[in-house]
């Protein structure tokens, strides 16, 4: 057996070793025992995705019953690097749970799920057929499902996104069984070697392009499959958040490239428009109920929408310009999409993780009752605001790195040798840039409010003056989060080629790595070099640093107890500006798509009318998705339900009359 | 002299003319507005005179406020200075693996964007953060046209490079004035106006906190705080003149090294810079500030131009 | 109006601002400030006459920004308070944070003769006191109302132009 196939074997031991543990140990000792039996699956899985990564091959089958081969878990280069992406969000996870968890998050369901949920996840990108795809599929739905479901006893919403998550998962999952069924119908096979084999741009194809785009595009929460995120990710323990977004919905990600680049590559014309449609208006929707939103973890919910968005964006873009012939933009497009997946699992699971060490301080994920939280926890403070970075593809962080790329890759794939390229390329790329371009200033907009309201001027609540720093693990891990933003945004030539080998045949001319750590684009004649930049920045600073210190040093500053609030003693922390006012004025430019609500109760005082007693605002905003398609179809299923009923009330004479009825059709069919 | 040479005289001179020449681009503004408005005005030295005294303040800070209100500044300062490095604005000699590339400048800007929205918020007030919230609005709405725009003009170089850019421009002035580098320039203007907070957008002569969108965030700032934060934006304003002055007008920038063509450089661009602030000192006066949910009309509008210059490039050219 | 009309008026002059009178002596301590001061009016409780006053200095006739004076919407900005009124109760603790938000060296200057003593509402049920009650007042410019001309004149010694 390869090194490979020892990785995937003890993976799938430690799990069977860590659900054991869950089910036995003492409750003092569960969640320290689960936490590092689920940080050792996944660095096994971590030392076999670099592995697989690498060039390893090799793999683990696994023999089963019924009438066909056995399964075989073997990931190839692209499968090593999303089980990387997994499992380095695992590690951060495993840590960080180890001291977050407590009350229900610490139950004995709750630390048996972990571990499967783990396992699940890190075993779907080494799947090389259908059969244990779904397999492994199902097992991560599963675990991430009764997670979720942890504290279901004591809050109703929990519950309630209980039913969303179970419903639209499944929902996925038939979608992609159809779509493995199409496939193996016409081509008599389930391994993904047999599926290849089909005709490209066939019928058959198109319709398990469709299906896979449904079913991956549900687990990578793509619009209008979205619906589930919301509800979904804030109501989760952070830690599973983190988990789900910063992982999970990257195997969505891999299913995309599963079917695009591997399964079905060299589609026709309008699959990269469809996709990079999809993906556009996720963008820009997911950042743009991202920017409006008040509660830090829909906020987070709602931006990894926007960033899967970007992703599909970018894996659209290179199916269509490989169908032009601009290969060498394609190859950068791609490579950019899968840049932008490792950067969001480095940033959004330190986001996440991020807002759980909030929580845990404070019991608040409402920014307009937080504040002032850079003071009081400053390693979380620093490792949120890195990660916040990233978010907003700030340089020196992953998230620019990967917009960098993809925006040269759109710019250069309209004209190739100086002619343009196609009609839909010449539409479709400056609509995409502009579509990044707004997406990137209302994510700079969404995460400079997350971070300065909530860690920035006075706090806006006891609960939020009264925050101290997490526990030591719980810092490790957002620390380590925050070092792979800063990692891969300023080393990102090695990494890009890294990422190149798994998608292309010939990675140098795609992407090369320059200098100290920079990348280069040769096809397209574009290089960025981040160490470079820093050091540039730092010699520009000396100058003004050491002013600064000279001016210090003769003018020292007073500090004195309030901010100028226009002389008034009622400068109160209450009267900043919240979350909600931040975005009042982007709900009122944007008011045709989000239709916010809003509700202004005046209370007049008992003697007169012109006097205010107080007055009472309140703001909604609705996803447009849920209310105007989903509350539709499900009332409209509803109505059917009740209609049904009446079809089955219970009557037995009535039951044998629809037997008897029945068996008269198939008489008469049978005798025609 | 190799290229790495070359590119750091000029960017230190680039940097060196700049700090120089940014105080002195606002009074000229300044002066101009005073005396069309029947003033006899402070003179075009007096921003300098405000920084020299600014920094000889002893600054003051609330209690409540972190230290982002120090480092806030200078992040700001360092982000203009950076693109005063990375801009052609002498010479088009870019660094060795830093060429001046469009995303990374614009994205250089927008940490200093991000540096004075959050010294905005870190003061605690009302203002500062109605200030910062009006600001990242006008930001982000602000991010497509400028991509675009620039986009737009890089398609004729084949390079998103802004010193290729500015080059393909010196060398074959007839793309300067194709409709479609007209139609992007004018979008590019109107974005450079918003996001550097002038008339109509934003009124830098402003004493009422409540039309404020830049000035309300730098309420809190006092002594070098505040110095850091005007030079900074001053700078920016500058930079941002410049490039918009090399695209229309390439002529005099520094192309091959030589010591007499690094002086018509440095002379070119001084006066290229300060004509135009000139111009956007009388145009000013004609202009009143719209509405703050106007503005994105107006952005709308230069974003329909932009987007109209790049697919006209593709499809027409 | 024309640009070419407009570009006239800039060359000849359509010029409201009055010549500059001679520069009155530096006040002792104000060279820190080299030819720039940022100044924050307030309004302590006066009626109106002395802030009408200053809004002229800095209006264009006699145009005190030429001088190297600005208004300035925070303390934070300011190098010297311009205070006019008698201080009313309400008006008391507001004076004294300004006062405090103001970064040193700072100055006060007290305009009008409400400011200096308190004037017709010095025994008001409402006026604490005159300026010099709360702070040192480094500059007085009596008058009630004073001359624009006045106020011109002490903001000059605070910028020696």
Not at chain 1, 280 to 308: F, H, R
Not at chain 1, 407 to 427: N, P, Y
Not at chain 1, 475 to 485: C, D, I, M, P, S
Not at chain 2, 179 to 188: D, E, I, M, T, W
């Amino acid at each position: 057996m390869t090194g490979v196939g020892v990785g995937l074997l003890l993976q799938l031991g430690l799990g069977a070793l860590a659900v054991m543990s869950a089910l036995t140990a003492a409750p003092s000792l569960r969640s320290r025992a689960g936490g590092i039996l689920c940080t050792l699956i996944a660095v096994a899985g971590f030392l076999t995705g670099l592995a697989a990564l690498l060039g390893a091959t090799g793999g683990l089958p696994i023999p089963i019953a019924l009438p066909m081969d056995p399964l075989l878990l073997a990931p190839d280069r692209l499968g090593g690097l999303f089980m990387l992406i997994v499992s380095g969000v695992g590690i951060l996870v495993s840590l960080y749970s180890m001291s977050s968890t407590r009350g229900p998050d610490a139950s004995r369901t709750a630390w048996v799920a972990m571990p499967v949920f783990l396992v699940g996840m890190q075993l779907v990108p080494a799947a090389t057929d259908s059969v244990s795809f779904l397999l492994a599929w199902e097992v991560m739905t599963l675990g991430s499902t009764v997670l979720l479901l942890a504290d279901h006893a004591s809050r109703a919403t929990v519950a309630s996104a209980g039913i969303w998550y179970s419903a639209m998962s499944q929902l996925s999952f038939f979608f992609i069984l159809a779509g493995f069924a199409v496939l193996a119908a016409a081509t008599n096979g389930t391994s993904f070697t047999d599926l290849q084999t089909i005709e490209p741009g066939g019928a058959s194809a198109n319709v398990a392009f469709v299906l896979f785009l449904l079913g991956f595009g549900g687990k990578a929460e793509l619009v209008p499959l979205h619906v589930w995120v919301p509800r979904v990710l804030p109501e989760a323990p952070s830690h599973v958040s983190a988990a789900m977004s910063g992982a999970m919905v990257k195997i969505g990600v891999y299913g995309g490239l599963l079917v695009c680049v591997r399964l079905l590559p060299d589609g026709p014309a309008w699959w990269g428009i469809t996709i990079m449609l999809v993906g556009g208006a996720s963008a820009l929707y997911g950042i743009l109920q991202a920017s409006v939103s008040s509660d830090l973890k829909v906020l987070l919910a709602y931006s990894t929408t926007e960033n899967m968005g970007l992703v599909f964006l970018g894996l659209g873009a290179s199916m269509l310009l490989r169908g032009s012939g601009a290969t060498a933009a394609a190859d950068a497009a791609l490579v950019a999409a899968l840049l932008l997946a490792v950067s969001h699992a480095a940033f959004k699971s330190t986001l996440f993780l991020g807002a759980g060490a909030i929580i845990h301080a404070t019991g608040e994920r409402n920014l307009d009752r937080l504040g002032g939280l850079g003071a009081r926890m400053p390693v979380t403070a620093a490792a949120f605001g890195i990660a916040s970075l990233g978010a907003a593809a700030i340089p020196i962080t992953s998230g620019f790195v990967a917009e960098w790329m993809l925006l040269q890759s759109l710019i250069h794939g309209g004209r190739r040798d100086g002619a343009v390229v196609s009609v839909a390329t010449s539409v479709a790329m400056p609509l995409a840039v502009a579509v990044i371009a707004l997406t990137a200033g209302l994510a700079l907009l969404t995460f400079v409010k997350a971070y300065g309201i909530a860690f920035l001027a006075r706090p806006r609540s006891e609960e939020a003056a009264d925050a101290r720093e997490v526990p030591p693990l719980m810092q490790l891990a957002l620390a380590l989060g925050a070092l792979f933003v800063l990692a891969l945004g300023l080393l990102p030539g090695p990494i890009a080629a890294l990422v190149a080998g798994t998608v292309s045949s010939d990675p140098t001319a795609a992407v090369r790595s320059v200098g100290l750590g920079g990348v280069a684009l040769p096809g397209i004649g574009a290089m960025l070099d981040p160490i470079m930049l820093v050091v540039l920045s730092a010699l520009i600073a000396v100058p003004v640093v050491a002013s600064i210190i000279v001016s210090a040093h003769r003018h020292p500053h007073r500090t004195i107890d309030l901010p100028w609030g226009g002389g008034g003693s009622r400068a109160r922390p209450r009267m900043q500006y919240t979350a909600t006012s931040y975005a009042e004025p982007l709900v009122r430019v944007f008011d045709d798509v989000l239709k916010p609500s809003r509700d202004v109760q005046v209370t007049h005082v008992a003697e007169s009318r012109y006097l205010v007693e107080r007055v009472r605002v309140e703001q909604r905003v609705s996803d447009v998705f849920e209310t105007r398609l989903y509350r539709p179809a499900l009332n409209l299923f509803q109505r059917y339900g009740i209609v049904v009923r009446h079809v089955a009330n219970g009557s037995i004479h009535r039951y044998l009359s629809y037997s008897f009825v029945a068996l008269l059709i198939v008489l008469i069919v049978v005798s025609l | 002299m190799n290229n790495a040479v070359t590119a750091i005289i000029i960017a230190l001179v680039q940097v060196v003319l700049f700090v120089f020449l940014a105080p002195l681009l606002i009074g000229v503004i300044r002066q101009v507005r005073a005396r069309i408005e029947g003033r006899a005005g402070a003179g075009i030295w007096q921003p300098w005179r405000d920084v020299r005294k600014l920094l000889a303040k002893n600054p003051v800070r609330a209690a409540d406020s972190s230290w982002m209100l120090r480092a806030g500044p200078v992040a700001l300062m360092v982000s203009s200075l950076l693109l005063c490095v990375l801009l052609p604005l002498v010479g088009t000699i870019p660094f060795p693996s830093i060429p001046s590339d469009l995303f990374v400048i614009v994205s250089v800007m927008l940490i200093g964007v991000v540096a004075l929205a959050l010294v905005g918020l870190d003061g605690g007030t009302a203002f500062g953060g109605m200030g910062s919230s009006r600001h990242m609005t006008v930001a982000a709405l602000v991010e497509p046209t400028l991509l675009l725009a620039v986009y737009a003009l890089s398609i004729p170089a084949g390079t998103s490079t802004i010193s290729a850019i500015v080059e393909t421009r010196l060398f074959s002035p007839e793309v300067i004035i194709s409709p479609v580098s007209v139609l992007a320039l004018v979008a590019l203007s109107i974005a450079i106006m918003a996001e550097t907070g002038r008339l109509p957008i934003d009124n830098p002569g402003t004493h009422l906190e409540l039309t404020m969108l830049h000035e309300a965030m730098t309420l809190e700032a006092s002594g070098r705080d505040l110095a850091w934060l005007e030079v900074g934006s001053w700078l920016k304003l500058a930079a941002l003149l410049g490039l918009v002055s090399n695209l229309v007008l390439p002529w005099g920038v520094v192309t091959d090294f030589s010591t007499l063509g690094l002086l018509i450089g440095v002379v070119s661009i001084a006066v290229k810079v300060l004509v135009l602030g000139v111009l956007l000192s009388v145009g000013e006066i004609f202009l009143a500030k719209v509405r703050l949910f106007q503005v994105p009309e107006l952005l709308a509008g230069s974003f329909a131009l932009a987007f109209l210059a790049v697919t006209a490039s593709y499809l027409v050219a | 109006m024309s640009f070419l009309r407009l570009a006239s008026l800039i060359r000849h002059g359509a010029r409201i601002a009055e010549p500059a009178p001679p520069a009155p002596p530096l006040f002792e301590g104000a060279q820190v400030f080299g030819g720039s001061v940022q100044v924050r009016f307030i309004n302590a409780g006066g009626c109106n006459d002395c802030a009408l006053e200053v809004s002229a200095a800095f209006g264009p006739v006699y145009d005190v920004e030429r001088y190297g004076v600005r208004l300035v919407p925070s303390p934070r900005h300011a190098d010297v308070l311009l205070i006019v009124g008698s201080v009313t109760r309400n008006m008391a603790e507001p004076l004294r944070r300004t006062i405090a938000a103001t970064p040193t060296p700072r100055f006060v200057i007290a305009v009008g003769d409400c400011a200096l003593s308190g004037g017709v509402f010095q025994a008001g049920y409402g006026i604490t006191g005159p300026v010099s009650d709360f702070v040192h007042v480094d500059i007085e410019v009596p008058g009630s109302p004073p001359e624009p001309a006045d106020i011109v004149r002490a903001l000059r010694r605070m910028t020696g132009r």
